[in-house]
C-alpha cells in the first residue's frame, strides 16, 4: 500500500477526479500541487493537503515531495512539456520519492505523429531512464472533449470537428482516473506502459447517434478539414501552439492512428471501460433533454 502521494495537475480534468478517490474509497494521505491557492479549495475539502508551487520554481518542487512515497505526474501540454517533467522528475530523485505515476498521450514516442506526441515521447523516456520505479499510462481521445461542443449541440443541434469518418477508442476521463489510481494502490504493475482505451472505436458519426438517442432528437456531426479547425480556433483566440495541436490530432484521427483497442483498464481496475453510450447516459442526458 502506497505513502503519502503528491498529485500535480490535480485540478485538471484527470487530477479533479483522482483526487476525491485518492483520499475517499482509498483514504491515503494525498497532497496536491496547485498554482492558485483558489483552485486548491475544492481540492482541500476533499481531504487534501494543498500546497502552492509551479514546474518553473524548484524550490516549490521540493517542498512539495518532503515525506512523499509516490508522485502523480500530470502536466498540460504545452511546449514547455519536456521541462516541466524534466524538473518534476529532477525533484522527485532528490527527494527520494520511490515511484512516479505519469499520465502521458496516446502512443507517445519521440518519432510520433504529432507535436504533443514527440514531447510525451520525451517526457516517457526521461522518466524511464530516471532509476525511479515508473508507471506510465498513455490515454486515447477523452469523451470530455465533447463538452467542448454542448454549445452547439445544445444551441444548434449539431457539432463540427476534423476527423472524417475516422475512428478511435475514446475513453471515458473517469476510466484514465481509476487507472492511475490503481496503479498508485498496487505495486504489481510498476515499471510497465499502458495505452488505456475505451472498450470499442467509433468515429464522430456514431458520437451523433449516441447523443441523438439521449437527446430524443437529431444531432448532426458536421466534418470539417482539420485546417478549417485550426482557423476557427486561431478565430476564437486560442494560441497558435495549441491550434496546430489541434489540427496535428484531428489529421491523426481522422487517418485511423486512434483506433486502437486495449484491455488496459480492465487490467488495471478490474472493471471494464465505460462505453460512450454509459458516458452519454450518465453525464449528458440532464444537460440534453
Not at 508522485?71 to 512539456?81: E, H, K, N, S, T
Not at 449541440?153 to 492511475?180: E, K, L, P, S, Y
Not at 437529431?218 to 483566440?237: C, F, H, K, Q
Not at 490530432?249 to 460512450?276: C, E, I, K, M, N
Amino acid at each position: 500500500m502506497a505513502g503519502s502521494i503528491l498529485v500535480t495537475g490535480a485540478n485538471g480534468n484527470i487530477g479533479s477526479l483522482l483526487v476525491p478517490v485518492l483520499t475517499g474509497s482509498m483514504n491515503l494521505p494525498v497532497r496536491v500541487l496547485v498554482r492558485d491557492s483558489a483552485k486548491g479549495e475544492p481540492l482541500a475539502a476533499a481531504g487534501a493537503d494543498v500546497r502552492l508551487g509551479e514546474f518553473d520554481d524548484p524550490a516549490s518542487l521540493a517542498a512539495s515531495m518532503q515525506g512523499v512515497d509516490i508522485v502523480v505526474l500530470i502536466a498540460p501540454p504545452g511546449p514547455d512539456c519536456v521541462s516541466h517533467n524534466r524538473a518534476v522528475i529532477r525533484a522527485a530523485a532528490d527527494s527520494g520519492v520511490r515511484k512516479i505515476v505519469r499520465v502521458s498521450a496516446i502512443k507517445a514516442a519521440e518519432d510520433g505523429r504529432t507535436e504533443n506526441t514527440r514531447l510525451h515521447g520525451a517526457c516517457d523516456r526521461l522518466l524511464m531512464e530516471s532509476g525511479l520505479t515508473y508507471v506510465i499510462l498513455r490515454p486515447n481521445y477523452f469523451m470530455q472533449n465533447i463538452f467542448m461542443s454542448l454549445d452547439s449541440i445544445t444551441q444548434q443541434n449539431g457539432f463540427a470537428a476534423g476527423m472524417g469518418d475516422g475512428r478511435f477508442a475514446m475513453i471515458d476521463v473517469r476510466d484514465v482516473a481509476d487507472a492511475t489510481a490503481a496503479a498508485v494502490r498496487s505495486d504489481q504493475f510498476d515499471n510497465q506502459v499502458f495505452e488505456l482505451s475505451g472498450p470499442e472505436s467509433i468515429s464522430f458519426y456514431d458520437v451523433a447517434r449516441a447523443l441523438s438517442m439521449v437527446a430524443d432528437r437529431t444531432i448532426a456531426y458536421i466534418p470539417v478539414s482539420p485546417e478549417d479547425v485550426r482557423a476557427t480556433l486561431l478565430e476564437m483566440g486560442m494560441g497558435v501552439w495549441m491550434a496546430n495541436l489541434v489540427m496535428e490530432y484531428s489529421q491523426a484521427y481522422g487517418d485511423g492512428w486512434g483506433d486502437v483497442v486495449t484491455d488496459s483498464v480492465q487490467q488495471l481496475t478490474g472493471h471494464p471501460p465505460r462505453s460512450f453510450q454509459t458516458f452519454t447516459a450518465e453525464l449528458l442526458e440532464a444537460v440534453l433533454r
